[in-house]
């Protein structure tokens, strides 16, 4: 079953514009939200991440906002820029019992900023 | 320093093989993780090491993939009697502690015939 959903699919900003990708997940034992950032042939690498004691962190250009009463978590980048092109995913790990903090990612968003 | 690395980046494989892929973490972490990723989705979670033992796998999606990570570094994961289905790119990761940043390399993508 899909336990983290994303949305949109893929997303077109220009220059300077704010991308914001969203996310819902149903399960209350994850405890650990991080955002992760995909080019072409390489592998996901870390963005940012919240922990749900908190409704927002941001880090430079970017902002999680979690909101845990509905659930859901969003990522924005602020003045996108052309090189911010790529695929994102939201991801969602749960307490770590044996589980090791596996995580559960979403769908992913293609992002394509226009110079 | 280096980065998580993975071997070979690309496997052709014909349907019935059997296939390798391995996974050097960066050194000193304790936790091993291997995800499948089908083209256009997200990764999912196939197994977990936390040191040389398995303690997660339940991802795996048959009796066909076993993984292994014997001295507690370098991981294997073989596929047995590879599938068209088993397509898809490999993806290893590594954290230092349990439940710390996952450090992903850069995949290995197997395309069976």
């Known amino acids: 079953q899909q336990q983290v959903k994303q949305s949109p699919q893929s997303l077109i900003v220009q220059k300077g514009g704010i991308s914001i990708i969203n996310c819902a997940y149903e399960n209350t034992a994850f405890d650990y939200f991080p955002w992760y950032q995909q080019f072409p042939g390489k592998g996901p690498a870390l963005l940012i991440a919240?922990?749900?004691?908190?409704s927002e962190k941001k880090e430079g250009r970017f902002t999680i906002s979690f909101n845990k009463s509905a659930k859901q978590f969003s990522l924005h980048i602020m003045d996108s820029q052309p090189g911010d092109s790529a695929t994102y995913f939201c991801?969602?790990?749960?307490?770590?019992?044996?589980?090791?903090?596996?995580?559960?990612f979403g769908q992913g968003t293609e992002l394509s900023v226009k110079p | 320093g280096a980065g998580v690395s993975q071997s070979p980046r690309y496997k052709v494989a014909k349907r019935g093989q059997d296939v390798a892929l391995r996974c050097d973490p960066i050194s000193g972490h304790v936790s091993l993780f291997w995800y499948q990723q089908a083209l256009g989705q997200g990764p999912e979670f196939l197994t977990y090491f936390q040191n040389e033992a398995q303690l997660d796998k339940s991802g795996l999606p048959s009796d066909r993939f076993f993984a292994e990570r014997p001295e507690g570094s370098v991981s294997t994961l073989k596929i047995q009697r590879t599938q068209q289905e088993d397509s898809a790119v490999y993806l290893c990761?590594?954290?230092?502690?349990?439940?710390?940043?996952?450090?992903f390399g850069p995949g290995t993508r197997l395309t069976v015939l």
């Open positions: 990761a590594s954290s230092l502690v349990t439940q710390g940043e996952q450090f």
């Open positions: 991801a969602a790990s749960p307490r770590p019992y044996n589980q090791g903090g596996k995580l559960i």
């Open positions: 919240i922990r749900p004691d908190v």
